[in-house]
């Protein structure tokens, strides 16, 4: 069974850089056709996609938020990781990471149990 | 691509139907995923390819459509069956629609 778990500060200033990891057990990152990627949610809102990273290290970015987005991954650890620069309270969210099932890509059927992250002074 | 979803709110009885509607702002073919979301829980797949059931979700829940137009039907509602349901188009990067929120009447 595949497990997720996102792990990261809950408190960035505004203008700094959030960095958050996920940590991935049952499943390796780099094995088989799996995007894995980053959500997430603003408070009381819908759902917002932020970017993958391939198994074989590709990434793709939402439009909206490339010029700021960096998704890495951490083989040896079997962790992948995003890193969202300048950020603003509009990045306040709870933040999910998800793999897509094993026959449909980006149809998202794994996901950590999320974590909030609060851009304050 | 924008998903739009309707209703926003809809109030249905436990035994009852009931019809959830998305529509993309063009053509998804049949990349098209339903989710359910309840309270402080990460959203939960239940329907993609537009029709097929994940693993593990009851018959209840069904999906039809493709192109522009999607439904997810519960047969007959169950109590725990009171959540928000996305839907989301993965055949350009992945977009999600605003929520519907299925609650008791």
């Known amino acids: 069974q595949v497990h997720l778990q996102e792990s990261g500060p809950g408190l960035v200033k505004p203008s700094q850089t959030l960095s958050l990891t996920c940590t991935v057990s049952?499943?390796?990152?780099?094995?088989?056709?799996?995007?894995w990627s980053w959500i997430r949610q603003h408070p009381g809102k819908g759902l917002e996609w932020i970017g993958y990273?391939?198994?074989?290290?590709?990434?793709f970015y939402n439009p909206s938020l490339q010029s700021r987005v960096t998704i890495s991954m951490e083989a040896s650890k079997n962790q992948f990781s995003l890193n969202l620069s300048s950020v603003t309270a509009a990045d306040t969210a709870v933040y999910y990471c998800?793999?897509?099932?094993?026959?449909?890509?980006?149809?998202?059927?794994?996901w950590g149990q999320g974590t909030l992250v609060t851009v304050s002074s | 691509i924008v998903m739009t979803q309707s209703p926003g709110t809809l109030s249905v009885s436990p035994g009852e139907r009931a019809t959830l509607s998305c529509r993309a702002s063009q053509s998804v073919s049949s990349d098209l995923a339903w989710y359910q979301q309840k309270p402080g829980q990460a959203p939960r797949l239940l329907i993609y390819g537009a029709s097929t059931r994940a693993t593990g979700i009851p018959a209840r829940f069904s999906g039809s459509g493709s192109g522009t137009e999607f439904t997810l039907t519960i047969s007959s509602l169950q109590s725990e069956d009171f959540a928000i349901y996305y839907c989301q188009q993965y055949n350009n990067w992945p977009t999600f629609g605003q929520g519907t929120k299925v609650d008791s009447k």
């Open positions: 998800a793999r897509d099932t094993i026959t449909t890509n980006l149809a998202f059927h794994h």
């Open positions: 990273i391939y198994y074989s290290g590709t990434t």
């Open positions: 049952g499943d390796s990152i780099t094995s088989g056709d799996f995007f």
